[in-house]
């Protein structure tokens, strides 16, 4: 595996100061051997005017957040990362590296939760080239990878969560964002590890059930909903219930048999848990004889 190698440059103000008044004095050179006939300060001064020119080339500009990798024959020479005006080998060749951050939107994803239901997911990542050997030298193309990868760590996390769950203990793509974006974000970055990304985000951008199923899947949404609320109530109606029962008990308010206290139950069970509110009916006589 090929990892960066920073190198340090000359600075091209140095070889642009050196370069240029040389090849000022070849063209003046050159001019005087026109007029004069002198064959062999012409040719000396075209031969070091060539050579000047060839290592000019070697000038070339590094911008902030930027990287160049250098080689020379196929073979990795090093990284220039500071910005400015540098000078290196002109046979050299320079590809510029943006190390700036970027980021990208995938396409709308339609797959299967854990559940098996379909439904319809995209992503927002965000990320920078942190290795420009590894970007260059262990991927084809890295931004082209980037994306693809990325996009396959979605399908793969969308089929291992369910779209929704209606308790706290097991994690839903809709209802723990925060979870389900660091999952996806430590997936990405395995993935794209080896082409020298760092991904600094990842959060998921779109997501709904399938077309097809839209309609049915909200029914049954509301219908979990509905027996989720339901069911708290309950425990809740009789908590409420058994702490009312067990105050009277221990406070000797009032003394109650087991027919009383199935009566006052039913009552208390009725008020808590029904949609409406209760109509009190006032009984003028007694269940007893």
Known sequence: M?????????SG???LGLGLPVLLLCIYAAIQAGVTRNGTLALGSLVVAVVDILLLCGLFVVNPNEGRVLQLFGSYVGTVRVPGLRWANPFYTK?????RVRNFESARLKVNDT???????AAVVVWKVVDTA????EVDNYENYVHVQSEAALRNLATSYPYD???DQNLSLRGHTAQIA???KKEIQERLAKAGVEVLEARISHLAYAPEIASAMLQRQQAGAIIA??????????????MALERLARNRTIDLDGERKAAMVSNLLVVLCGERAAHPVINTGTIYQ
Not at 115 to 121: F, L, Q, S, W
Not at 134 to 137: L, P, R, T, Y
């Open 165 to 167: 769950a209606h308790d």
């Open 95 to 99: 590809k510029r590296l943006s190390l």
């Open 229 to 242: 609320a339901r069911q708290r109530i309950v425990d809740g109606a009789v908590g409420m219930v058994e």
């Open 115 to 121: 559940d098996g239901n379909p439904i319809e997911i």
């Open 182 to 184: 660091e999952h996806l």
């Open 134 to 137: 590894e970007a260059c030298f």
């Open 13 to 15: 103000f140095v070889a």
């Open 2 to 10: 090929i990892r960066e190698t920073e190198r340090r440059a000359v």
